[in-house]
């Protein structure tokens, strides 16, 4: 291989192990420099000399490529060195000076080789041995490979002497074709990023597909660039217009939404956007990720910066929409923003709970809008043009008062009749409960059915497409389709059932490798499991569940706390233990809806509240890109709250299914 720059690989140098060792070092440090996308700072230049200088030596002998700085877009960062020799892909993480191996470092460098064997399209089938270098630790105990089924080895510690050591054990060990380094360097890289990971990215000017799966990546692109196009074209005409983005679950709804937003930013831009979503738990961790994410690399450009300050810009760029409308009943003004987007628009709140609001919040009686009629009238105080997005998904209302997409089209057919409208294609789908509305808007001359509007693919489970797909069919007691898709997903996505919490705990602590991140989940309504140490009514704050490290006993790798739907909704867990209580529970034909008030259960009669609850567990179903185990209790004779009755067929139903049974 011959030495390349930036422009035609992930990595800032590239060359055949012989090229690497006979180019100077200051020649290859300035390749490194010159490909960088930072200022370069003084520890980081006596890092990258020190790891030249390692492997120069370590690596004599031997035949293969080098990659240094290789690029991991989904994490937003950058892998020291990927070396290639034989059938081995070694992934080597670098901690020049430092004399420990903890814990966030070995996660770290096993985290790169788990995104290559995922993402990585060449490396798919290869095996892949993460090492972390520390360059001042002493001595070495016998250096272990062991490898997962997936071929991706457990990470090994070693300082500078046991490095070569390493690559010699496991060339001897593996076996298997050795690597084509051309064909390797070239192959497609198709991520599938987590909604932080890629608000992450996105916030540091990386484009939506540099972090999407192609298929994927290809649907948002398209849907991305097909807005963006009516951006640009509404203000352009001086138009206002309305947006429905919709899609599967999983989709993309909400990256579609940042990718606008992080590209049309600024406040002096004309089309300055800002995301809204009604989603306080998203909202709170997506700023708080960007806050962390951005003060990081800033420090680590040589900036000195406080958190409060980033905190600011990314508020302004992230707002919660009640924050949004609030600020809008004090102005009268238009919004300093000619371009908005709503998360999960179905859930505006409807006229009924939003005059309730007003009435008991906000002093005013006699509100006569809903949330969409009033949001919308913000916008159209604008003189010359504006643009809202409207991301849509199905079935996920989950809340008293959401009033659903039909909200919306109905205020622009009634109040806005100047506004024009851009539809999903798919919105006439039953799953979006448009409803009527969408009957009298498409008669409209201003109203346009787009195909390009629709997010086909899933992208949250990378590991099986189908899985909402069977979390329908289980949901909808369509037996047989339920069967069909597990035993389509069963091999790539595993899910299992048990009736025994601490097996359920141990069946995820199994999978879960470096720092893919696993939690408990829980209806909001399931009151009955705290003899299973689970009571939903303590105050989960969504940060630390989702953000902070397996140190952290408020963190959702300690297994201690569940979050409901609330909490999780729009968000997402690499592993899940879904606990299912007696609220929910399989009738042998359907479901019957129950609420725990007092001492009893008591039947939810209200269609529209046995809607919520069924939402509720497809949510909860519905967070894991990897795998899950359900919980269903053994129940108890001697508790009226919890006769195993309440429980068994529930259990039976996920068995008979195909789902298998840990015992």
């Known amino acids: 291989m011959e030495l390349t720059s930036a422009s035609n690989s992930r990595a800032w140098y590239s060359a055949s192990i ?18 960088s996308d930072f200022a370069l700072i003084p520890t980081q230049r006596d890092a990258w000399i020190a790891e030249i200088n390692l492997l120069r030596t370590s690596l004599e ?41 903890d814990r966030e ?7 790169y080789a788990l995104d290559l064997k995922n993402f990585h399209e060449a490396s798919h089938s290869v095996a892949i041995v993460p090492i972390l270098v520390a360059t001042e ?15 991706v080895y457990r990470p090994v510690s070693v300082g500078v002497a046991g490095f070569r050591e390493v690559i010699d054990l496991a060339i001897r060990r593996i076996t298997g074709c050795p690597l084509d380094d051309q064909q390797w360097a070239r192959a497609p890289y198709h991520p599938t990023p987590t909604i932080v990971e890629a608000a992450r990215c996105l916030y540091a000017q990386h484009s939506v597909e540099a972090i999407s799966r192609h298929d994927a990546g290809e649907n948002l692109s398209v849907t991305s660039r097909r807005v963006e196009e009516l951006v640009d074209e509404a203000r352009e005409k001086g138009r206002k217009l309305i947006c429905f983005v919709t899609g599967v679950p999983g989709a993309g709804k909400t990256l579609v939404g940042l990718n606008i937003a992080t590209r049309r930013r600024e406040p002096e831009q004309p089309t300055h956007a800002v995301f809204l979503s009604g989603n306080g738990p998203l909202v709170a961790v997506l700023r708080e990720a960007l806050t962390r994410d951005e003060v990081i690399r ?16 990314v508020k302004a760029f992230i707002q919660n929409v009640h924050h949004f409308r609030d600020d809008q009943l004090i102005e009268s003004a238009p919004p300093i923003e000619h371009v908005v987007i709503f998360d999960e628009a179905q859930r505006a709140w409807n006229l009924k709970e939003t005059a309730s609001f007003m009435r008991r919040k906000k002093k005013r009686a006699g509100f006569s809008q809903s949330e969409p009629e009033f949001l919308i009238s913000c916008m159209d105080r604008h003189e010359d043009w504006a643009v809202i997005i409207c991301l849509v998904g199905g079935g996920q209302e989950i809340n008293r008062g959401e009033a659903g997409i039909d909200a919306w089209l109905e205020a622009i057919n009634t109040s806005f009749p100047k506004w024009h409208m851009c539809i999903s294609s798919r919105l006439t789908d039953t799953e979006y409960a448009a409803g009527r509305a969408l009957d009298r808007v498409s008669q409209r001359h201003d109203a346009h059915l787009d195909d390009c509007l629709h997010l086909a693919v899933s992208m949250r489970s990378f590991r099986a497409e189908n899985v909402s797909a ?84 408020r963190s959702s790798y300690y297994l201690e706390d569940a979050a409901t739907e609330f909490q999780v909704q729009g968000l997402e867990l690499d592993w899940t233990c879904v606990t299912w209580d007696g ?52 129940g108890e004779p001697t508790d009226p709250t919890r006769s195993p009755a309440y429980y068994d067929s529930t259990f039976n139903y996920l068995a008979d299914l195909g789902v298998p049974v840990i015992t």
């Open 583 to 634: 609220d929910l529970r399989f009738t042998g034909s359907g479901w019957s809806f129950h609420d725990f008030r007092g001492h009893r259960w008591q039947n939810i009669r209200d269609q529209q509240n046995q809607v919520y609850l069924r939402n509720a567990y497809r949510v909860l179903l519905t967070r894991a890109r990897q795998g899950m185990v359900v919980f269903v209790p053994q």
């Open 137 to 151: 630790a002493t001595g070495s105990g016998t250096v272990t490979l062991k490898a997962d089924d997936d071929n």
């Open 470 to 553: 069977f979390v329908k069919a289980l949901l909808d007691c369509e037996k047989q389709q339920a069967r069909d898709a597990f035993s389509s997903l069963a091999d790539r996505y595993p899910i299992a059932v048990t009736r025994d919490l601490n097996l359920a705990k141990q069946w995820i602590r199994a999978r879960a490798r470096g720092s893919e991140r696993l939690g408990i989940v829980a209806s909001s309504k399931a009151q009955r499991l705290k003899p299973h140490a689970i009571d939903i009514r303590v105050d989960v704050n969504p940060i630390l569940w989702f953000l902070n490290d397996k140190e952290d006993t």
């Open 298 to 313: 800033r420090r680590n450009q040589g900036e000195k910066v406080r958190k409060a300050k980033v905190a600011e810009s």
């Open 105 to 111: 470092s070995l996660d770290q460098v096993w985290d």
């Open 18 to 35: 012989a090229g690497f060792r006979q180019t100077q070092p200051q020649i290859i440090l300035g390749f490194l420099v010159a490909n």
């Open 61 to 101: 002998g031997l035949t293969g490529s080098l990659f240094m700085e290789f690029s991991i877009p989904r994490m937003g960062r950058r892998i020291d060195a990927v070396i290639l020799i034989g059938p081995v892909v070694f992934v080597v993480e670098f901690k020049v000076g430092e004399k420990i191996f």
